[in-house]
């Protein structure tokens, strides 16, 4: 390991958790001195990684993150064959949708088809939720390879709702890969709640997620907005090259015919 570039990536990771910190704050976080952190600060602002707020001795983000993140996100063959089926999702419920992939324990958001009526909505791209705590994350938990037991420490609460039994999250992840439908009800936020379909490729890995946000007061979702993902969610399958929708580890059913 090359120290002085783990050392960088910590600190970006570190400012990508909490924002905006102050040098020592920084510094105490990745456990580094923070004449260290300064220097490797300075390299990473020449570069547009990181930039000093305005007005202030806080450290954040720069511009050159997002450049690199938009380029990783034109790149997956998994969005942009998501874009049209999300933008008609979301036409034909009236909802916002989203699309998110694996990363690590957590779902990230890499596209979000705001809702078709016009009313301001905060753009989602790059927004990182707990997969346990998501239906994006059920959906491909479900379909993930069962490598490790879950341990109740690795199950984080995000609100009174959120399922932190690992007995639990199991017999709801059996329900899903039955169904392919995975739902959360206020699991991650309050007032919000989702289902979402597991998307496929052509090796049969379960590769995205596309999901239908509403609001709490509109839950449960109607049988037809359940049909609605699922058909989304094979379309972009198909495009991928899946063998079938949806596709079954070895160890599990055989893989329906999309």
């Known amino acids: 390991m ?3 570039v783990d050392r960088s990536v910590r600190i970006l990771l570190a400012l990508q958790a909490a924002r905006r910190l ?3 704050d920084l510094a105490a976080r990745v456990d580094l ?3 260290t952190v300064h220097g490797i600060l300075r390299t990473l ?3 547009g990684m990181v930039e000093q707020e305005a007005g202030s001795l806080r450290y954040m983000l720069g511009p050159a993150v997002l450049r690199l993140s938009s380029v990783y996100l034109d790149s997956l063959e998994f969005r942009s064959r998501a874009l049209k089926w999300a933008e008609e999702l979301a036409r034909r419920t009236g909802a916002s949708v989203r699309a998110g992939v694996l990363l690590l324990d957590d779902v990230i958001v890499v596209h979000h ?3 078709p009526d016009g009313s301001r ?3 989602e791209v790059g927004f990182v939720v707990p997969a346990h705590a998501s239906a994006l994350g059920k959906a491909l938990l479900a379909f993930q390879p069962r490598t490790k037991t879950r341990s109740s420490d690795s199950l984080r609460s995000m609100t009174g709702e959120t399922i932190v039994d690992p007995a639990r999250l199991d017999e709801e992840l059996t329900e899903v890969a039955r169904t392919g439908v995975a739902t959360e009800h206020d699991e991650a936020v309050l007032g919000e ?4 379909a597991p998307i496929f490729d052509a090796t049969g890995a379960a590769v995205g997620a596309i999901a239908v946000v509403l609001q709490s007061s509109e839950w449960p979702p109607t049988p037809s907005l359940q049909d609605d993902v699922r058909e989304a969610a094979r379309n972009i399958s198909r495009e991928l090259g899946a063998p079938g929708w949806p596709v079954y580890a070895t160890d599990s059913e055989p893989a329906a015919t999309a």
């Open 45 to 47: 602002a020449d570069h």
């Open 2 to 4: 090359i120290q002085s």
């Open 22 to 24: 102050s040098l020592s």
């Open 193 to 196: 709640s989702s289902l979402a």
């Open 121 to 123: 909505q905060m753009p």
């Open 33 to 35: 001195p923070s004449s």
């Open 113 to 115: 088809e705001p809702r």
